[in-house]
């Protein structure tokens, strides 16, 4: 296969046709009220205990009602996985890669516009963000794995003459569960895709946040040709599925999006089931982030300043990699929070559907309420202060103002923990102190996800590169530590971070295969002697 090109990105200007169409997608989610099945062995199952999609932004609207399930479907799942396991193991890998393609090409030209429009009205999304995530990461990632597994399938071992080596890449034994965000629809379908094109069989539990675009790709599926069974949608409580599967002695491995301290529990999980299950479980995660940008002196101010507010605000800081610390030196300051304010001041939070608006809502109210607990915490402390922003407002939608705090002290609160809100900590340091304060920003935090580095002084750059050699598995010069593009920057992080696994390249992809090594002798032994065991005739 050629290495394909990554998605065009729509810029839905005022009065083009993608806009039109976007908009018209909008108007009908947002005038209907789905109900959403569960979807086990390719039949829709109802249970009756249902829950609600809402609008983020207008939380009183319902987008849709939505079945949970219980006990029973969640065996019903895994049986319907392990039956569809036995043929679709046996699958070509061609086979796999072309309905990975027609998904992709379903997702570009035909479901675009509904796919985006589910994610913002689902998620809180703006246009431009869902267009990257939705639809171009999404593709992308379909596109690229097909590719990458050309790739895999390529490597074989070296043979010689009378013997023939190869490697048969099995998918694992037993099923896969995938456990997806809300915060990209691109995540929760690679969590799904990547075992399946592997050829493994998954029971999805899709975050509740994240419904709405999360059906509409499992029916995208469906309609491409994914088999029955290969991929089992269930909605519901997250402890109760993952007990029962983290239980089955089938269990071949998670893929995993989420929070540590669900991932934490997992492992645990695992760890205590291990002597019931066939095989050891691959265990694939990607957990939070602590992001940072680290300001040299010599560092463009407009640059700094840019990078900030599209990294720490756009989609309300709803990324694992959005940037949530800063460290600044004393003498860019003054201008980089000069430009930095005038930027926030421009800001408008608000609908969706109004494109104007930078940010949205914050997904939930839990999410709120916790956001909001940090500010709180900076406005009645001493070694903080709350320069821009700093209010919330949850009566009709979930919105949060764009928030800076100044902290004098580098392992405040807020420079150390997970936020995943519109909340930016910045610490300024004396210029001199740059290897120092490098020191600290890689000691602060648990988490390693992304970081950057902004300074014209390529000494500078490679100092501070290996000082944060483990601070961070995609780092970023001169860029905001956000934006990674499939095939291009591989993206996963270490420690507090994940099993960094590299979405997004053949590494993940290399997880869901069980290799075998096969060797053919083309004319066997037929004695048990060899040459060395003869009479020596020549003394």
Same mark, same amino acid.
């Given at each position: 296969?050629?290495?394909? *090109?990554?998605?065009h ?5 005022p009065?083009?046709?993608?806009? %039109?169409?976007?908009?018209a997608?909008l ?14 062995? /390719? ?11 809402? &609008? ?8 849709? @009602?939505?079945?949970?399930? /219980? ?11 392990l ?6 193991a ?5 086979? =796999? ?10 997702i570009?030209?035909?479901?675009? !516009? ?8 689902? @998620?809180?999304?703006?246009?431009? @963000?869902?267009?990257i995530?939705? $639809? ?10 097909? !590719? ?8 074989q071992?070296?043979? #010689?003459?009378g ?8 998918p ?6 995938t ?5 990209f ?8 895709m ?55 002695r089938d269990?071949g491995g ?20 291990i %002597? ?8 694939v995660g ?19 300043a840019? $990078? ?7 989609? #309300?800081? #709803? ?13 860019l ?6 430009? &930095?304010?005038g ?12 494109f ?28 903080? *202060? ?5 209010? +919330? ?32 900590s910045?610490?300024?340091y004396?210029? %001199? ?21 902004f300074? %014209? ?8 590169? =290996? ?19 499939? +095939? #291009? @920057? ?18 993940n992809?290399?997880?869901?295969t069980n290799? =075998? ?11 048990f ?10 003394h």
């Amino acid at each position: 296969m050629e290495r394909p *090109e990554n998605e065009h990105v729509f810029d839905y200007a005022p009065g083009c046709k993608e806009r %039109k169409a976007l908009n018209a997608e909008l108007d009908k989610l947002s005038s209907n009220v789905l109900d959403m099945p569960l979807i086990i062995g /390719g039949k829709e199952v109802r249970t009756g205990n249902t829950g609600t999609v809402v &609008m983020p932004h207008d939380h009183g609207h319902i987008l849709a @009602q939505y079945h949970k399930a /219980g006990e029973k479907e969640v065996n019903m799942a895994i049986e319907a996985a392990l039956k569809a396991h036995k043929e679709w193991a046996s699958v070509s890998w061609v086979e =796999r890669v072309s309905i990975n393609l027609k998904i992709a090409e379903l997702i570009a030209k035909k479901y675009r !516009f509904l796919l985006n429009a589910s994610t913002m009205l689902g @998620q809180g999304k703006n246009a431009y @963000q869902a267009e990257i995530d939705a $639809a171009c990461e999404t593709i992308d990632y379909l596109r690229f794995n097909a !590719f990458f597994t050309s790739e895999i399938y390529d490597l074989q071992p070296g043979s #010689q003459p009378g013997i023939i080596n190869r490697f048969e890449y099995r998918p694992l034994e037993g099923f896969v569960f995938t456990v997806s965000p809300f915060n990209f629809t691109a995540i929760g379908s690679n969590l799904n895709m990547a075992p399946v094109l592997m050829g493994n069989t998954v029971i999805w539990k899709p975050s509740s946040t994240s419904l709405l675009s999360n059906y509409f790709l499992m029916k995208i599926y469906e309609e491409a040709g994914v088999p029955d069974g290969v991929i089992n949608f269930l909605p519901g409580s997250g402890s109760l599925i993952g007990k029962t599967v983290l239980s089955h002695r089938d269990f071949g491995g998670i893929h995993f999006t989420g929070s540590n301290e669900t991932f934490d529990g997992i492992w645990k999980n695992i760890a205590q089931n291990i %002597k019931m299950y066939k095989s050891y479980p691959r265990l694939v995660g990607e957990t939070g982030g602590k992001d940072f940008i680290f300001v040299h002196p010599t560092a463009d101010p407009q640059e700094v300043a840019v $990078a900030i507010v599209r990294g720490a605000f756009e989609f #309300q800081g #709803q990324k694992c990699s959005a940037a949530s610390r800063a460290y600044i030196p004393e003498s860019l300051w003054d201008d980089i929070n000069n430009r &930095m304010g005038g930027m926030i001041s421009k800001i408008t939070v608000g609908d969706v559907r109004e494109f104007s608006n930078f940010m949205n809502a914050v997904i939930d109210e839990n999410s709120f309420d916790n956001i909001m607990s940090y500010i709180e915490f900076a406005k009645n402390s001493k070694d903080a *202060e709350v320069i821009y922003g700093g209010k +919330g407002d949850k009566s009709k939608g979930y919105f949060i103002d764009p928030t800076v705090i100044l902290v004098k002290d580098p392992h405040f609160k807020t420079m150390e923990e997970e936020i995943f809100g519109p909340v930016m900590s910045i610490y300024v340091y004396k210029d %001199k102190d740059f290897d120092e304060t490098l020191k600290i920003c890689d000691q602060t935090s648990p988490y390693a996800l992304t970081g950057s580095i902004f300074s %014209k002084d390529r000494e500078a750059l490679n100092n501070a590169c =290996r000082i944060l050699r483990y601070a961070a598995g995609n780092i970023y010069f001169n860029d905001k530590p956000t934006g990674a593009v499939v +095939g #291009q @920057q591989p993206f996963g992080g270490s420690r507090g971070s994940g099993t960094n696994d590299k979405s997004g390249s053949f590494l993940n992809l290399l997880r869901w295969t069980n290799p =075998r090594t096969i060797k053919e002798t083309l004319i066997p032994a037929t004695e048990f002697t060899y040459p060395f065991m003869k009479e020596d005739k020549c003394h």
